[in-house]
C-alpha cells in the first residue's frame, strides 16, 4: 500500500464488505510495517508496536534476545507508529479502523451471509456492489483510481430509497428512475445503507415524481384569459382535487380525495402570474382556506426542465402553441415580481371586489432588483419561499387565515426596533376583505449569508464530537476539561441573542400589542390552569396510547402515569415572586428557527405554533417560553444522533451516552446562563427563584406537548420527552443516575 492511507482505508473497506469473516492480522489497524528482510513469512511476525518505548512495548528484554526484532526504521518503526499515540487520535487509523469495525458489525448479517449483486457501471476503476440480506441493503462502491471518477449507476431496483452514507450517517439524494451519478476522490469509497424512506424522519425530502401524470389540457382562444369560466370549471373540478391532495402543503390528507372551489381570483400582473383562492371542505364539514399562484408558460411540457415538472397543474394549448400551467413559485420570476409589487406599494382589486395590498419598506427601496432571478427553496414545505441570492427570501403562505399575521407584525417591529439578529424586514402583501380584515398572502425579507440552521449544525457537530471521542480511552475523555467548549461558546450566543430578542420586543411601552404588561396572580392562575388540563388531556392519550410502544418507552411511560395526581401540584408556579412582564414572544422557539452566520446567529421564522389558530398567535406570555423551547431542542438534538449512532457503537453504549448527554447539559447551561446574564438589571424579566420558577413550568409544559404531538406522529420518538418530563418531575436519586 506504500504506506497510503487512502490505499490502507480502501483495501480495508473492500475486506469488511465482502462476503464471510473478514481477518485482520495483528498490527495492520494501525499501519505496522513489515521487515522484508528477515526472509518467508517472519517479515509480518515482528512483535507488536504497543507503545514508543523499549521493543515498542511488547518486551521489557534484551533487544538482542528476541526471537524476531522489532520495527526501527523511521517511517514503520514503534516510534513513530504504535497503539498508544494512535489511540490518543481520534483521526488515527487506528479509531478510524474502529468506526469501520463498529460499523460493519452493526451489519454482520448483510455483510456475512447476504448477498451480493455486482453493477457494472462504464467506468473501470469503479467497482459497485450491493449486499442484501432480510429487505436491508448496503450499496458499497470503491474507487481503484489514484484520480478522482464520476460514475453513475443503475439502482432502478432500489427506487424510492434514501442512501445514507454510513461512517458519516449523511443522507444522500433518494433514488429515482434517472442513473445515480456519484463523484468519488482517489482511491475513495462509500457505504450507503439505502433506507426506506417511510422510516426516516420527516426532514428527508419526498421522491421526486418522475412518472407524469396524465394532464388536463386547458384550450385558451384568442385573447381570452388562461382561467375563462369553462377553464375554471375544469380547474375546480378535474384538476385542482388531486394536484392539492399531492402537495405537501395541503393540510387535509385524511380526506379521500380534495374538495375545491375557487373563491377568488387576482391577476397580479397581465400575461405573468395570478393568484387563485381556493376553499377546500373536509370531512368534518370545516373550510380551509388556500392561495395558488399559477402562471402560464408557453413550453411544451416534453421541453421543461426535470426539476420544474412537479409543478405543473395542466398543459395549455392556443391553436398550434403548446404551454403549461405551473405553480408560480417554481418560475424565477415570481418572486421579484411581489418585491416590485411591495416596492411600488400597489393595490389590485379581485375578481370578488377585494383589495389585494402589497406594501414595502424603504429598506426594500434601496434593494437593486434589475435582471435578478428566483429559485424555490427548500422543496414543498407548508409554505413556499423563494430565494433572490443575496438579496431578499420571499415567502408565499399556502394555507391562509384571515387574521393579522404575527410573522409580518413582528418583522416590521423588529426592523423598526433596530433587532440586528433576524433578518431585515421588506415588506407585505395581504388581502383585505370588504370589512378591511388582512388575510397574510406573502412576506418578504433580507437574505442573510448563513451556514444553515443551527438544528442541522447541532447535530453535525455533535455526531463528529460523538464519533471522535467515543473511541478515545475513558481517562483521556476525563482528563479534557474543555470539552465540548467550542460549541458552548456558540450556545452562549444563542442566548444572549434570545435576551436581546426579548429586550426589543419589551421596548415599546407605547405600542399596546407590544407593550410589556406585569404578570400577576391572575396570569399565573389561568397559566396553571391551562396546564393542568393541557397536562390532563396528555396523560389520557397516553394510557390509551400506552399497549402500542415499545417495552422501553412502556416502562418510562408507566412510571410517569404512576405519578400522575403529583404532576400537577409539582407544577404550580409559586405566588408572591417578582415575576417581571409578559411580553410577545417568538412562540416556535428551537434551532431550527435559528441560523448560522460565522459566529453569530440569527433568529427567524415568526409565524407561531403552526397547530395554533392564526388568531391565537399574538398573545403575550412568561418570555421563559421560547428559552423552554431552545432547552428542550438541545435535547432533541442528543437524542437523535444517539439514535443514529448507537447501532454501531453499542458496545460502547455508556461513553456514548455519556458523551451527547453531557453535551446537551453543557450546551444547556451555557445558553441559559448568558441569558440571565444579558437581562441582569431589567425589571422586565423575573430574576433568581422567581425565574427558575417559571422557567421550570415552561420547559416541562413544552415536553408535556412534545408528547402529545409524538403520540399522535411519531409514536417511536416519545421516549425523548416523556424522559424529558420523567428526569424534570422526578429526578432519580444520584446513586441511581450513576449506576445506570
Known sequence: ??????????????????????????????????????????????????????????????????????????????????????????????????????????????????????????????????????????????????????????????????????????????????????????????WFDLADPHELPDDIEPLAQTMLPEYVTLVVSGGTPVLDSRNRAFLEHDILPDWMAARRWFADKASPRARARIADRVVLESGVAGLVFVDHVTADGATQHYQVPFA??????????????????????????????????????????????????????????????????????????????????????????????????????????????????????LTEAG?????????????????????????????????????????????????????????????????????????????????ELHQALASRPDLPAFAPESI????????????????????????????????HTREIADALLAHRGEIADRLAVPRGGQYGAKIRVHGDLHLGQLLITRDDVQIVDFEGEPATPLADRRYKTMPAADVAGMLRSFDYAAWTVLREILPDQAPRRAIVEGLAFGWRDRAQAAFRVTYGETLTGDNNFARGKAATALLNAATIDRAFYEIDYELANRPAWALIPLSGVLSLLFPAPAGIQDSQ
Not at 489511540?87 to 454482520?108: D, Y
Not at 431585515?424 to 398572502?441: C, H, M, N, Q, V
Not at 443551527?454 to 455533535?462: D, M, Q, Y
Open 419 to 499: 433587532y440586528a439578529n433576524t433578518p431585515t424586514f421588506f415588506g407585505s402583501i395581504e388581502r383585505l376583505d370588504e370589512s378591511g380584515t388582512p388575510t397574510a398572502l406573502a412576506v418578504a425579507h433580507r437574505f442573510v449569508l448563513n451556514q444553515g440552521e443551527a438544528w442541522s449544525h447541532a447535530i453535525g457537530w455533535l455526531r463528529r464530537f460523538v464519533d471522535e471521542h467515543a473511541l478515545l480511552p475513558v481517562e483521556e475523555i476525563a482528563a479534557r476539561p474543555d470539552i465540548a467548549g467550542e460549541y458552548l461558546v456558540l450556545a452562549a450566543q444563542m442566548g444572549r441573542r434570545l435576551a
Open 1 to 190: 500500500m506504500d504506506n497510503d492511507r487512502r490505499k490502507i482505508e480502501l483495501m480495508n473497506s473492500l475486506l469488511m464488505s465482502m462476503p464471510g469473516t473478514p481477518i485482520v492480522y495483528y498490527g495492520d489497524e494501525i499501519g505496522m510495517g513489515d521487515n522484508v528482510y528477515l526472509g518467508d513469512r517472519n517479515g509480518v511476525r515482528t512483535p507488536m508496536q504497543w507503545s514508543p518505548d523499549r521493543n515498542g512495548g511488547f518486551s521489557r528484554a534484551d533487544p538482542a534476545s528476541l526471537l524476531l526484532p522489532p520495527i526501527q526504521d523511521p517511517v514503520y518503526g514503534y516510534q513513530a507508529i504504535n497503539v498508544e499515540a494512535q489511540a490518543r487520535n481520534s483521526a488515527s487509523l487506528l479509531n478510524w479502523m474502529k468506526r469501520l469495525i463498529a460499523a460493519r458489525r452493526a451489519r454482520a448479517k448483510i455483510f456475512g451471509r447476504g448477498t451480493q449483486r455486482f453493477l457494472y457501471p462504464k467506468e473501470r476503476p469503479i467497482l459497485a456492489y450491493v449486499r442484501e440480506h432480510d429487505g436491508a441493503s448496503v450499496l458499497c462502491i470503491a474507487n481503484l483510481s489514484r484520480a478522482a471518477q464520476a460514475t453513475s449507476l443503475d439502482l432502478a431496483a432500489w427506487r424510492g430509497r434514501v442512501p445514507i452514507e454510513v461512517l458519516g450517517r449523511s443522507r444522500f439524494p433518494i433514488i429515482g428512475d434517472t442513473p445515480y451519478t456519484l463523484t468519488l476522490p482517489p482511491f475513495g469509497f462509500y
Open 296 to 413: 402560464a408558460e408557453w413550453t411544451a411540457l416534453s421541453d421543461l426542465p426535470t426539476p420544474r415538472l412537479t409543478g405543473v397543474a395542466a398543459k395549455l394549448r392556443r391553436g398550434p402553441r403548446e404551454g403549461v400551467l405551473v405553480d408560480a413559485t417554481g418560475t424565477p420570476i415570481f418572486a421579484p415580481m411581489l418585491l416590485g409589487l411591495m416596492r411600488g406599494n400597489r393595490e389590485i382589486v379581485t375578481d370578488a371586489g377585494a383589495r389585494v395590498v402589497a406594501r414595502g419598506t424603504p429598506e426594500l427601496a434601496e434593494l437593486d432588483l434589475s435582471g435578478v432571478e428566483a429559485t424555490l427553496i427548500g422543496g414543498e414545505q407548508s409554505n413556499s419561499s423563494m430565494l433572490i441570492p443575496d438579496r431578499a427570501v420571499v415567502k408565499l403562505y399556502r394555507k391562509i387565515e384571515p387574521n393579522l399575521h404575527p410573522e409580518i407584525e413582528m418583522g416590521r417591529f
Open 520 to 551: 400577576t396572580n391572575d396570569d399565573l392562575d389561568a397559566w396553571d390552569a391551562a396546564r393542568r388540563t393541557r397536562i390532563d388531556a396528555t396523560l389520557s392519550r397516553l394510557e390509551r396510547a400506552r399497549s402500542s410502544l415499545d417495552v
